[in-house]
């Protein structure tokens, strides 16, 4: 069975004081590794796919990266309008187009 | 791009009655969408993939005649959560597959039941 732990559950940050989440993963055939944000209330917001280890990518100052167990995703001098919970997702290779999400991370920036 | 759009955005309901929530995917087709639910501080648990023109398919737990899916067309999905009680009372959300890797989600559906 398909696994996604994600930590920590929450994580309060000073903005500019920068951090990783972390996302280790349990598949059998990992097609694909996402990364979302959602705000309370409403649904996820797609930021990365990831598909081999030793890839990364960034979008403005988040940064995925990814390994043969778990990815990374770097929050680089957090602004409050980064807080949100960030959800990690697979995709394994036995189960087509479905995503088993992780528990998630809930980020706090404050001022 | 890749917009989909949930209705209601919340709905408060009597115990006993059903309700429909609809997924439409704005900008794009997609062959397949999934429903979700999510409970509060909790992450999204996949409850159907649904297919355009076929039966949906639903996860282990999940009570196919009480949570009725229609993938009617290419650009929309529904859900109806029958003879709703208490219990079902949740924040309910679709996404929907372009093709591709990428899953795109809808806004969610806040429902209660009183």
């Known amino acids: 069975e398909d696994q996604v732990t994600q930590s920590p559950e929450a994580l309060r940050l000073q903005e500019g004081e920068s951090s990783s989440l972390n996302c280790s993963y349990t598949?059998?055939?990992?097609?694909?590794l996402f990364w979302y944000r959602q705000d309370p209330g409403k649904g996820p917001e797609f930021l990365f796919t990831l598909y081999s280890a030793g890839e990364e990518k960034e979008k403005e100052r988040l940064k995925a990266t990814l390994t043969k167990k778990e990815s990374f995703l770097h929050i680089t001098a957090p602004k409050p309008e980064d807080s949100a919970t960030y959800l990690c997702a697979v995709q394994a290779g036995a189960a087509g187009n479905k995503l088993t999400f992780g528990g998630g991370t809930r980020v706090l920036v404050k001022p | 791009g890749a917009v989909v759009s949930q209705h209601p955005s919340w709905v408060i309901c009597k115990s006993g009655t059903s309700v429909k929530i609809e997924c439409r995917s704005l900008?794009?087709?997609?062959?397949?969408m999934f429903w979700y639910r999510q409970f509060p501080k909790q992450s999204l648990m996949l409850m159907a993939t649904s297919n355009e023109g076929s039966k949906a398919t639903y996860e282990q737990g999940v009570e196919k005649d009480k949570f009725l899916i229609n993938h009617a067309s290419l650009t929309l999905s529904t859900l109806t959560v029958t003879s709703a009680h208490p219990e079902d009372s949740s924040f309910y959300i679709c996404s929907a597959w372009p093709g591709g890797d990428t899953q795109y989600f809808g806004p969610g559906t806040r429902l209660t039941v009183l």
């Open positions: 900008d794009f087709q997609a062959t397949t």
């Open positions: 598949v059998s055939g990992l097609r694909g």
